[in-house]
């Protein structure tokens, strides 16, 4: 029942969008090609998906995201289990990614691209930098905070080091990162774009690029609705992974 | 002849709002191999201090702690302490917690396995193997945590207020299961208490303490066999005498009165 009120919720709320544009479009004094409608839009979507160029421009942005998406929750995980044992060593390293954080990830851009050329790594590492402060800080953080009846069980019963970190400390802590890892998605998808727009010449990024230099407003406008969809899909998949590992720990 | 468990004019002192606090001053004691110790006094009588102490969590700020003529300095897996708040992993099932120990012993896995459900049994929890500890009860994640001590076949327990957050009738059931498997395992226990029932319903010997500074105040033996009853004559006289040990505490603020 819920989720059919939920689907209902959803068709209500998209249709209202479509309206609001159509609505827009008969009023609108642009010519055609540059203010599409909904249906011209809808149009150029199932044109591209005929001649297949979407597929192919989700699978080389899929695979830049995965590529810096897990790169970076990997890195940003093993450095932050690291130094939220370490926290007078933080104390040095904090300063430098307060001040990396707040730099946004599109910044680096002509830098990465000076460096690497146009290509896959340019997007890969804006999406690397994206997910990478959130997830770090959020572990460190975790780590810190943690309960201290686990340090005192990992000791009580002799398991230090590394055993300590993987057997204990990461699963204690891994409710609290999981929060950190969902928000460093949203961020890194929202940065794909943005990387790929600048130093690609493939992918979703590229194609609004691509249909802008072409006059093409609508195929632009069907590959950002294709970019919110993948987007929401990316999310509630990820939701889901991370009910199931936390009804392992036994939190939901 | 030395005793097992040493601790000679052990002090431990904190500061509190710039204010030095004496948790534990001077306390000496000694503990025999397979005596069951029960530390017992108000809140601030520095009790879970001597414990973590023994137990090596702890330092001192002065005196020592001698186990079988070593000194304490670190946990080990030869001194198993139970926290009030049970210590269990929540992402591992009740067979997983209880194999813990046994991975550090590095014993094979199918040996762990027995080796675990034979404790799983002995504290009653069998049928249970594979829940996590938060579909279980206060009371049978607290036999978890005992089965999960066990299994390691350790020396001594230190048992921290185990039972503090059960229920009075969850508490009873299990002071008897600890008492049952102390007799059974033979091991050495140091539990802390503030209940003096329970404390009268465990103990070879009860050390009864005072805050203000952390003191002992009295060393109790308690003359009752191994089938202890809360409602005979002889168990209430135990009780009774440890009560007039804490009257004196009240007398001593009359003076300060008058």
Request: charged share 20%.
């Amino acid at each position: 029942m819920k989720k059919l009120l939920s689907i209902k919720n959803i068709i209500i709320s998209i249709a209202a969008l479509l309206l609001v544009w159509e609505i827009l479009f008969l009023c609108s004094s642009y010519s055609k090609a540059l203010f599409p409608s909904p249906l011209m839009a809808f149009y150029a979507l199932i044109e591209m998906i005929r001649s297949g160029t979407l597929l192919s421009n989700i699978g080389t942005s899929m695979y830049r995201f995965a590529a810096g998406y897990f790169s970076a929750v990997a890195a940003a995980v093993i450095l932050g289990l690291i130094l939220g044992r370490l926290p007078k060593v933080f104390q040095y390293i904090n300063p430098v990614v307060q001040l990396l954080r707040p730099i946004s990830p599109t910044a680096w851009m002509p830098f990465v691209v000076l460096l690497f050329g146009i290509g896959d790594i340019p997007a890969i590492v804006i999406i690397f930098i994206a997910a990478f402060f959130p997830v770090l800080l959020s572990t460190v953080s975790a780590v810190g905070n943690i309960d201290p009846i686990y340090l005192k069980v990992a000791k009580n019963f002799e398991i230090s080091g590394s055993a300590a970190t993987w057997k204990v400390i990461f699963p204690a802590v891994f409710p609290q990162i999981a929060n950190g890892i969902h928000l460093a998605l949203g961020t890194a998808w929202i940065f794909l774009v943005a990387g790929e727009m600048v130093g690609a010449q493939s992918g979703l990024g590229y194609q609004i690029i691509d249909a802008r230099n072409n006059i093409r407003a609508d195929i632009l406008l069907a590959t950002i609705f294709v970019i919110g969809v993948i987007g929401i899909l990316l999310d509630s998949l990820l939701k889901s992974a991370e009910k199931r590992i936390l009804k392992l720990w036994g939190l939901k | 002849m030395t005793s097992y468990i040493q601790v000679r004019k052990a002090c431990k002192k904190f500061i509190h709002n710039g204010k030095e606090f004496n948790a534990l001053d001077n306390v000496s004691l000694d503990i025999n191999k397979g005596e069951f110790i029960c530390l017992l006094g108000p809140s601030g009588c520095g009790k879970s201090t001597l414990l973590n102490a023994i137990a090596g969590f702890d330092h001192l700020t002065e005196g020592s702690v001698m186990i079988d003529g070593q000194e304490v300095s670190e946990p080990t897996i030869n001194h198993i302490t139970i926290f009030q708040n049970y210590g269990l992993l929540p992402w591992r099932n009740v067979i997983r917690n209880v194999e813990l120990g046994l991975e550090t012993k590095k014993i094979p896995k199918e040996e762990r396995k027995i080796i675990a459900q034979k404790y799983i049994d002995l504290v009653g929890l069998t049928g249970l193997e594979k829940r996590h500890p938060a579909q279980l009860s206060g009371g049978q994640q607290q036999r978890v945590s005992i089965a999960r001590g066990l299994t390691v076949d350790p020396d001594i327990i230190f048992m921290d207020e185990p039972f503090g957050a059960l229920d009075a009738i969850t508490r009873m059931k299990l002071q008897e299961d600890i008492l049952r498997i102390s007799r059974q395992e033979k091991k050495t226990i140091i539990f802390v208490t503030h209940d003096i029932e329970e404390a009268v319903f465990l103990a070879d010997r009860i050390v009864v303490m005072m805050a203000n500074p952390g003191r002992i105040k009295s060393i109790v033996k308690v003359p009752l066999g191994h089938h202890r009853d809360r409602i005979a004559s002889d168990f209430l006289y135990v009780r009774d005498k440890i009560l007039e040990l804490f009257n004196i505490k009240t007398e001593e603020y009359i003076e300060y009165y008058i």
